[in-house]
């Protein structure tokens, strides 16, 4: 289970880093990745990142100014959002994936809501 923290407010151009820690379990097997679903629109692809770190792959909209990290020991991942745009607010949700390329996620977090104001 995949449980993503550290969402909020944040004002435009400010910073906030999200937590996506899995319990129950090691996912140091798994890609993780990053979504989110703003109101109204499809959940999209921001980021992801390889079991072993060494891979990362990100959005147009958010390369540069988003980071993907991970600690396996910790079992935990990161989404660091940096120079955040009133069109960053979302519902971000964190997944796990077994193959890389990921084919199919098959492990969801319930999501933290990210809010930016301009």
């Known amino acids: 289970q995949l449980v993503e923290s550290g969402g909020g407010l944040a004002q435009a151009g400010g910073s906030l880093t999200l937590s996506c820690t899995a319990s129950?379990?090691?996912?140091?097997?798994?890609?993780v990745g990053w979504f989110r679903q703003a109101p109204g629109k499809e959940r999209e692809f921001v980021g992801v990142i390889r079991w072993s770190a060494d891979s990362t792959y990100y959005a147009e909209a958010v390369k540069g100014r988003f980071t993907v990290s991970r600690d396996n020991a910790k079992n935990t991942v990161w989404l660091q959002m940096t120079s955040l745009q009133p069109e960053d607010t979302a519902v971000y949700y964190c997944a796990g994936g077994q193959t890389w390329p990921v084919l199919t996620y098959d492990s969801w977090g319930q999501g933290t809501q990210v809010t930016v104001s301009s």
């Open positions: 129950g379990g090691a996912f140091t097997d798994y890609a």
